[in-house]
């Protein structure tokens, strides 16, 4: 892997980005590769705010991971500012490779140094190989999530 590179994600990353979102069923439903009009929208807010860490897992100037990473103050355990992991995703041909590792230890160690004290995720319900990924890693499944669509 010292041929990666993990940097933050630039517009001429938004159509490989989309491209991994909308490459499994869940995405598929809710992903639309052919109109990238609001995702540029969504990395110009992201981008404006210092808390928001959208980075790309680049090899020979292919763009072959992605995930984002959001930094909350907050009050609850004295005061801890934490950070949530979303929208880990790796290039098919890329998967099992270790990439997905990297990401997630790149985003600890940024965590790290933002000073949070916990990193949290979630996952569908439906990944479960995801979720034995992220056990293996050490996370733990503590709390059920909720969400509402608006």
């Known amino acids: 892997m010292a041929d990666l590179e993990i940097r933050t994600a630039v517009a ?18 809710r992903e639309s590769p052919d109109d990238l009009t609001p995702y540029l929208a969504a990395l110009r807010r992201l981008s404006s705010d210092p808390n928001q860490h959208l980075v790309v897992a680049v090899r020979e100037g292919r763009v072959i991971g992605t995930l984002q990473l959001t930094v909350i103050p907050g009050l609850s355990r004295r005061g801890a500012t934490r950070s949530v992991i979303e929208a880990v995703r790796i290039h098919a041909d890329e998967r099992g490779s270790g990439l997905g590792t990297k990401l997630i230890e790149w985003a600890i160690e940024e965590s790290r140094r933002q000073d949070c004290r916990l990193v949290q995720l979630t996952s569908d319900v439906s990944r479960t190989d995801a979720h034995r990924f992220y056990e293996q890693l050490g996370f733990e499944a503590s709390h059920i999530g909720f969400k509402l669509p608006l």
């Open 12 to 29: 001429d990353d938004v159509p490989a980005i989309v491209a991994m979102l909308a490459d499994d069923p869940l995405g598929a439903r």
